[in-house]
């Protein structure tokens, strides 16, 4: 198979770290070349190895299309797919870029609006990969299920952090109410319970709720005196975020947020807690520790480029999320290399 040809579409932090995990797999495995960066802010990339591809609009990047095998979209899940509670805030940008390149491939996680995505992002002539980050994501996501598959009598847990949460920190920092009550800056932390961790450690087969597995801890920075308690109010029933959570929110300086923004990493835990028809018990455990989660996430972008081009030459469409494409897939070797080293 050819190398696979991948536009990076937006140069955040997440975008700029699936460049740079593009770029190895450029040197080590030889399977993608990258063709650009799109970004609506041209002006901020200085010294980057990629053509840059300045836009306002994904129909701007239209010419483009026929150099592109795969455009992964590093834009913030709220940017793809979102709309509030109150029906104010639409976001559709999700299957613009979908009409535009045959296969996208991008880290959505907005739990809530999934299924609604799901359906907005499905097509009959072009391939769709969503949800491809950690979790939802490759790592966590299919876990989850082939657990289940596995062992029918256990419950499995998702346990985040210590870590900042990229999305729920732009919610923050986009929310129109907070702009008005004077949050210029904010930053969100997800902090797992250690006490029903260690519960799960000891055996106990449940499912917890989100709200006892984790807890949310909020900075925000202010332009002016605010009133902290309606802030506060506001962020405890953003719903899709903090509903269901204990949310703690403070104050901060200028200085402080500039700190706080240089904590990139990231942490998970799933476990399975089972036992077997006969009696025995099961506990799995799998974690992950990432000192940039932007860069963890962007490898795993990377990773989807080469098999969402894959299953789109072997005639895949419409849409696929993490479970759906074999392992081999995402490989940089042949099935016969892989059988070759024993799997």
Same mark, same amino acid.
């Given at each position: 198979?050819?190398?696979?040809?991948?536009?990076?579409?937006?140069? /955040?932090?997440?975008?700029?770290?699936?460049?740079?995990?593009?770029?190895?797999?450029?040197?080590?495995?030889?399977?993608?070349?990258?063709?650009? $960066?799109?970004?609506?802010?041209?002006?901020?990339?200085?010294?980057?190895?990629?053509?840059?591809?300045?836009?306002?609009?994904?129909?701007?990047? *239209?010419?483009?299309?026929?150099?592109?095998?795969?455009?992964?979209?590093?834009? @913030?899940? +709220?940017?793809?797919? =979102?709309?509030?509670?109150?029906?104010?805030?639409?976001?559709?940008?999700?299957?613009?870029?979908?009409?535009?390149?045959?296969?996208?491939? #991008?880290?959505? #996680?907005?739990?809530?609006?999934?299924?609604? =995505?799901?359906?907005?992002?499905?097509?009959?002539?072009?391939?769709?990969?969503?949800?491809?980050?950690?979790?939802?994501?490759?790592?966590?996501?299919? +876990? *989850?299920?082939?657990?289940? &598959?596995?062992?029918?009598?256990?419950?499995?847990?998702?346990?985040?952090?210590? /870590?900042? &949460? +990229?999305?729920?920190?732009?919610?923050?920092?986009?929310?129109?109410?907070?702009?008005?009550?004077?949050?210029?800056?904010?930053?969100?932390?997800?902090?797992?319970?250690?006490?029903?961790?260690?519960?799960?450690?000891?055996?106990?087969?449940?499912?917890?709720?989100?709200?006892?597995?984790?807890?949310?801890?909020?900075?925000?920075?202010?332009?002016?005196? !605010?009133?902290?308690?309606?802030?506060?109010?506001?962020?405890? %029933?953003?719903?899709? =975020?903090?509903?269901? =959570?204990?949310?703690?929110?403070?104050?901060? !300086?200028?200085?402080?947020?500039?700190?706080?923004?240089?904590?990139?990493?990231?942490?998970?835990?799933?476990?399975? $807690?089972?036992?077997?028809?006969?009696?025995?018990?099961?506990?799995?455990?799998?974690?992950?520790?990432?000192?940039?989660?932007?860069?963890?996430?962007?490898?795993?972008? @990377? %990773?989807?480029?080469?098999?969402?081009? *894959?299953?789109?030459?072997?005639?895949?469409?419409?849409?696929?999320?993490?479970?759906?494409?074999?392992?081999?897939?995402? !490989?940089?070797?042949?099935?016969?290399?892989?059988?070759?080293?024993?799997?």
């Amino acid at each position: 198979m050819d190398k696979t040809r991948v536009l990076v579409v937006g140069a /955040g932090q997440v975008g700029m770290g699936t460049l740079e995990a593009l770029l190895d797999k450029e040197e080590f495995h030889h399977d993608v070349e990258v063709v650009g $960066v799109a970004t609506r802010r041209p002006e901020k990339l200085k010294g980057i190895s990629a053509v840059i591809y300045p836009y306002n609009s994904p129909e701007d990047l *239209k010419k483009s299309a026929g150099k592109v095998d795969v455009a992964v979209i590093c834009n @913030a899940s +709220q940017a793809l797919w =979102y709309h509030s509670p109150d029906g104010t805030v639409a976001n559709e940008e999700g299957p613009k870029w979908i009409d535009i390149f045959n296969v996208t491939v #991008d880290s959505f #996680d907005n739990h809530r609006e999934t299924a609604e =995505y799901f359906e907005a992002m499905t097509t009959e002539d072009h391939l769709a990969c969503f949800g491809f980050g950690w979790d939802p994501g490759k790592e966590f996501s299919p +876990q *989850k299920h082939v657990k289940k &598959s596995s062992f029918p009598r256990s419950a499995t847990n998702l346990f985040y952090g210590p /870590g900042m &949460s +990229q999305g729920h920190s732009t919610a923050l920092r986009t929310d129109p109410l907070l702009k008005q009550l004077g949050v210029v800056d904010a930053v969100q932390f997800t902090m797992p319970r250690e006490e029903t961790l260690e519960r799960v450690r000891a055996g106990e087969m449940k499912e917890f709720s989100p709200g006892e597995r984790m807890w949310r801890d909020c900075y925000i920075q202010l332009d002016r005196d !605010s009133d902290m308690d309606a802030i506060t109010k506001h962020v405890q %029933e953003m719903p899709g =975020y903090f509903v269901g =959570y204990e949310t703690k929110v403070t104050s901060v !300086s200028a200085d402080k947020m500039g700190e706080l923004r240089q904590r990139k990493g990231h942490q998970g835990v799933i476990m399975t $807690v089972g036992k077997t028809r006969g009696g025995s018990s099961i506990v799995t455990e799998r974690r992950l520790t990432f000192e940039n989660n932007a860069q963890a996430t962007g490898c795993f972008l @990377a %990773e989807a480029t080469v098999a969402g081009n *894959k299953a789109y030459q072997e005639g895949r469409r419409g849409v696929v999320v993490p479970g759906d494409l074999g392992e081999n897939l995402f !490989s940089c070797l042949t099935q016969r290399e892989i059988i070759g080293r024993g799997l």
